[in-house]
């Protein structure tokens, strides 16, 4: 996802879940946050509606040289027509509760969506978390500091009991919920850029395939001041796909680009 001001620059990063629709994180629009005053309700409002929609793009691909050019050059950039926010998601809040975005485009996708999976997601699992990084300081992929986003790339979490995890249970009940998952990685971790980035499960019935269950919402590191190296833990949080089927679902049947929603889901891994 990609913020229109004349100039496209880098904001979140998402997955397409269905020929019209990608999937990202609420809080990417808190620079519009009177869209969550909406409860995505723009009956009358089509001029708000159609303001904040124009002020985004999504630009599908991997490398990071589709930023490279002014133009559009090579770059797939799609309008972005409708933005539906979880409800009721409060970005004050900071936490992964509701934080999920439909984001609806201007024209039908060819490429193959993920699949979206609806069982249960338990720790102690490892998952792969997919992203761009928008700065150098312990992305995902380093580059070099000169780079101002990275090509996509993946990394390994562990899936951790909340409460166990001393980042998300420091907060209680606003980070430890049954909507969130609570992730953990040594030695590097995502960046600014990588909200709303997809979480997959590798698939035990289909060889090769991966199931989306989660979008990266946010996440601390913890710095080891007593390591003669530079050490620290990402603790991560993620919006839990499974309870939002019955949202998803529901918002998906309106893209027309979708011939069936059950085809979007996956309730076996």
């Known amino acids: 996802m990609v913020r229109d001001t004349g100039k496209l620059h880098h904001m979140c990063s998402a997955s397409l879940v269905s020929p019209g629709v990608i999937l990202t994180a609420a809080h990417c629009f808190h620079k519009d ?10 009956a009358g409002r089509y001029r708000e509606q159609r303001e904040v929609s124009e002020g985004y ?25 409708k933005i539906v926010v979880g409800e009721p998601f409060e970005y004050r809040r900071g936490s992964a509760f509701w934080d999920l975005a439909l984001v609806f485009l201007e024209t039908c996708q060819t490429h193959n969506p993920v699949k979206i999976f609806t069982g249960a997601v338990e720790a102690p699992k490892n998952v792969t978390v997919v992203g761009f990084g928008d700065t150098e300081t312990h992305c995902v992929y380093e580059v070099s500091a000169a780079d101002e986003v990275d090509d996509m790339s993946k990394m390994e979490y562990s899936i951790v009991d909340c409460e166990a995890d001393p980042a998300c249970s420091k907060h209680g009940g606003t980070f430890c919920t049954s909507e969130t998952i609570c992730m953990r990685r040594r030695g590097k971790a995502s960046c600014n850029g990588d909200s709303g ?3 997959f ?3 035990a019935l289909r060889p090769g395939e991966h199931l989306q269950v989660g979008i990266l919402s946010g996440g601390e590191l913890d710095f080891d001041v007593f390591s003669g190296e530079s050490s620290f833990v990402d603790h991560a949080r993620a919006v839990r796909l499974p309870n939002y089927t019955s949202w998803l679902k529901h918002w998906l049947r309106q893209d027309t680009c979708l011939e069936r929603v059950e085809d979007v889901f996956v309730d076996e891994m």
């Open 33 to 42: 946050d009177e869209i969550y005053e909406y409860d995505n309700d723009f």
């Open 57 to 81: 793009k999504a630009v599908l691909g991997k490398s990071a040289s589709v930023w490279a050019h002014d133009g559009d050059g090579d770059r797939h950039v799609v309008g972005v027509k």
């Open 197 to 199: 980035a997809p979480i």
């Open 201 to 203: 499960y590798p698939s």
